[in-house]
């Protein structure tokens, strides 16, 4: 079977492709390289020994995707691309709009157009916005992200039901990631962010690394076990692996159906600066700053239904995460090449 990818040099992406050749996967990577690097792309290769076949195109682009789709003719597609910084979102919300969702619709109408119609879309927790209930389960109300960003994924995940509805050959799964953190084991692949991390994980292994001066920990006065907010943090190995679970899932012709990939355990802020302090043998220096604008207190996830009907369950731990994002930002300390 023959998987395309679009974002597929990105962070999530690189490391779902080598997931999916280990598993027997052909795979094809569309990206256009606004937030990632070729390289990567090269090291999925080195690491997985099959070179994938790469298109530097953009996805909303019908004229190129349609090309891609005739010469390759995917059996489905995983949505991976699109733009992904809270803050960005909030400055600039047209982008976000204009960005993910034509890209989205676009993609939509190569794949009808094409007779492809298996899809796994990258959705996000955030679309729960302030949890209505802990752990959060697939019956929460999905309309409530409380950014551009966060509603650009409500809106495409509103989009595709209507698809499935119009159209029943259609099948779609809507994958909604907690916190994903980490890299992969070899330390060839891990998270290259532009500029300023937003996203803690990141942020910790630039400061352990002596590019950044400190933590600052935003707010220490929510009501969780120290004071610090309690995120469901997920090794992006394992959300490979929950892709692939994914794949496997449109085969039965399931028509649509989300699943919140996380781990089922909460940590905070301050018991992640533990973790990693353990993992990098120093201690790294924090502050303590403002609450951020439009953080929730508690978030994690109740992970039954994707352990019942993918067959799929996070293995791995904020250990894990911590370890491998520290070789990872020390063996890479300037990203990809
Ligand atoms: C954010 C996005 C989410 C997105 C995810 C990607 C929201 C509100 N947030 O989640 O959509 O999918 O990133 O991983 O939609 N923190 C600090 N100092 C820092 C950075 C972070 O204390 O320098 C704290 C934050 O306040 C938060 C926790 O660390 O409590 C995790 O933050 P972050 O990694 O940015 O993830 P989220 O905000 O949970």
Not at 81 to 104: F, H, I
Not at 202 to 231: H, S, W
Request: charged letters at 20%; hydrophobic letters at 35%.
């Amino acid at each position: 079977m023959k998987i395309l990818l679009t974002g597929g040099a990105g962070y999530i992406g690189s490391h779902t492709a080598i997931e999916l050749m280990s598993s027997g996967y052909e795979v094809v990577i569309v990206d256009n390289l606004r937030n990632s690097k070729a390289s990567t792309v090269d090291r999925v290769a080195e690491i997985s020994g099959q070179s994938p076949t790469f298109y530097q195109k953009d996805v909303a682009d019908y004229v190129a995707m349609d090309t891609v789709f005739k010469q390759e003719q995917p059996d489905a597609v995983i949505h991976f691309a699109g733009l992904k910084a809270v803050n960005e979102s909030v400055a600039d919300p047209l982008l976000y709009y204009q960005l993910n969702l034509l890209t989205s619709m676009s993609l939509c109408r190569t794949m009808a157009d094409n007779n492809v119609t298996n899809l796994v879309f990258s959705s996000s927790a955030t679309v729960y916005g302030k949890p209505e209930r802990l752990p959060l389960d697939e019956n929460c109300d999905a309309t409530k992200a409380t950014n551009p960003y966060g509603r650009t994924k409500i809106i495409i995940e509103q989009m595709l039901r209507d698809l499935c509805d119009a159209k029943p050959k259609f099948n779609v799964v809507l994958l909604r990631y907690f916190n994903p953190a980490g890299a992969h084991p070899s330390a060839r692949l891990g998270e290259d962010p532009n500029g300023i991390p937003n996203n803690l994980v990141p942020f910790l292994t630039q400061v352990a690394v002596g590019m950044r001066d400190e933590l600052v920990i935003n707010g220490d006065d929510y009501p969780t076990k120290d004071g610090t907010c309690v995120r469901d943090y997920i090794h992006v190995q394992d959300l490979a692996k929950g892709h692939v679970a994914a794949i496997r899932k449109l085969q039965s012709n399931c028509r649509l159906v989300a699943y919140n990939l996380g781990t089922g355990t909460g940590h905070s802020v301050k018991e992640v600066v533990a973790a990693f302090e353990l993992a990098t043998n120093q201690h790294l220096p924090r502050s303590i700053g403002p609450r951020r604008v439009g953080d929730v207190p508690t978030s994690y996830t109740d992970p039954s239904l994707a352990k019942r009907e993918l067959g799929w369950k996070a293995g791995l731990t904020i250990d894990d995460i911590c370890r491998d994002a520290w070789r990872w930002q020390n063996e890479n300390p300037d990203g990809y090449p």
